[in-house]
């Protein structure tokens, strides 16, 4: 049987059912992204949620590991937005192809007050052991959510492509970060989401003609 999207989930070190724990993560975005990882201070986060800086780390290792759960609390919701769009849409692969591929790039482009949050984490987990290896599960996991994605959007059409559908969910994923790495780069450029509609067409004539082929 297929795995389903519903199935999935970004995997967290903190308990995302304690209300205390939610308010913390969604003060220390905003925080985070007005600021940046180094100006933000776990007492700036305590203060915003109106709790100790005990209370903070009572939950959260350090300020390297609060801005890792908040970018994988974040990166859930948007899965699940994701997952709500294709509950709509009927058993066309080709559309809810499409549908899921415009819904995850609207999520990247809707929040990308959060990447520059995630280029500060590759930076510090690079001098870290142990923040590099949940950034590498934390990378594993989003290829495997895309790679779902993509048999989910498919449904009975999931083996007919000539490759496997793990390497088509690593490519998407590194082409939709490298739009999002030039958008922040030269936002004033070309125009991103025209790029993105290239690539979707391409994308889904590419795998039309494989299938047929």
């Known amino acids: 049987m297929m795995t389903s999207l519903k199935d999935q989930a970004v995997e967290s070190t903190v308990d995302l059912n304690n209300r205390r724990v939610v308010q913390i993560l969604e003060a220390a975005a905003k925080c985070f992204a007005k600021k940046g990882f180094n100006e933000t201070s776990v007492k700036d986060i305590a203060a915003k949620v109106g709790v100790t800086k005990s209370m903070v780390h009572y939950y959260f290792d350090s300020k390297a590991h609060l801005l890792h759960e908040v970018l994988a609390y974040y990166n859930q919701r948007h899965l699940q937005r994701v997952t709500d769009q294709l509950e709509v849409i009927g058993d066309s692969a080709h559309e809810r192809s499409r549908t899921a591929l415009k819904s995850l790039w609207k999520v990247i482009r809707e929040e990308r007050r959060f990447f520059r949050l995630s280029l500060e984490f590759w930076a510090i987990s690079a001098h870290d052991n142990k923040l590099r290896e949940r950034l590498r599960q934390t990378h594993e996991k989003a290829r495997k959510l895309v790679t779902v994605g993509i ?63």
Do not use: W
């Not at 449904?155 to 590194?174: Q, R, T, V, Y």
């Not at 690539?199 to 795998?207: K, N």
């Open 151 to 213: 048999e989910d959007a498919l449904g009975a059409d999931k083996d007919k492509l000539p490759f496997s559908n793990e390497a088509l969910g690593a490519l998407i994923l590194a082409v939709l970060n490298g739009m999002a790495v030039q958008d922040y780069a030269e936002p004033d450029g070309v125009d991103m989401d025209e790029t993105f509609r290239v690539f979707l067409a391409s994308l889904l004539s590419g795998m039309s003609l494989l299938k047929m082929g």
